[in-house]
């Protein structure tokens, strides 16, 4: 299997081919990123489109020193922040709403369904469901800045380093911010039903 920098190369060197095999290796990552981001299909399947073809139009501004999936999701978060430029408004920024559970089947699972069983029996569907309405709940209760640190190491599988890089702060802030996701998240998880 080929690495990304050689697939990138590949398609630099006009083999089509590797772009659609970059594409596969990290549409479901990069395409769910931007739908928690967004909140809307509609915006993360505009949003997914942009990322790719600026590797299309512009094959060199990826700098094969860095890794392509760091340099994919930097590209992909400034789309986004373009994105809500354009639209005026961030109130969007990392929205729930619409992501727990996505309209078609082409989306991106939120939380909800990657709780969920392929084949649960009735009684595992109601305590799936019930774990993935608190895991979206415990989402909610993060900040922002918590929550996008939060995606990145869970959803994205970037380091730390990575994503510190990624959002141009301290690697120490991105650990602050992971630390208090975490602790925050499972103070959420471990509160018992009233």
């Not at 931007?34 to 073809?53: H, Y």
């Amino acid at each position: 299997m080929l690495t990304d920098q050689e697939l990138v190369a590949a398609f630099k060197g006009g083999d089509a081919e590797a772009l659609g095999a970059l594409m596969e290796r990290h549409k479901a990552a990069v395409y769910g990123y931007l739908l928690r981001l967004t909140g809307r299909p509609d915006a993360a399947d505009d949003i997914f489109q942009e990322v790719w073809l600026k590797l299309v139009r512009r094959p060199g501004a990826y700098g094969e020193r860095e890794k392509f999936s760091a340099w994919l999701f930097t590209v992909a978060r400034n789309a986004a922040m373009d994105h809500f430029r354009r639209e005026g408004s961030r109130s969007a920024l990392f929205s729930q709403e619409g992501v727990a559970a996505p309209a078609d089947d082409d989306a991106a699972p939120g939380p909800l369904e990657t709780a969920v069983s392929p084949e649960p029996g009735p009684h595992e569907t109601l305590e799936n469901k019930a774990l993935g309405e608190k895991i979206s709940a415990a989402l909610e209760r993060l900040s922002p800045e918590q929550r996008e640190v939060f995606y990145l190491r869970h959803y994205s599988e970037l380091s730390f380093k990575e994503i510190a890089e990624l959002l141009g702060l301290p690697i120490g802030t991105v650990l602050a911010r992971m630390s208090r996701a975490a602790a925050l998240l499972r103070k959420e998880l471990e509160k018992k039903p009233q």
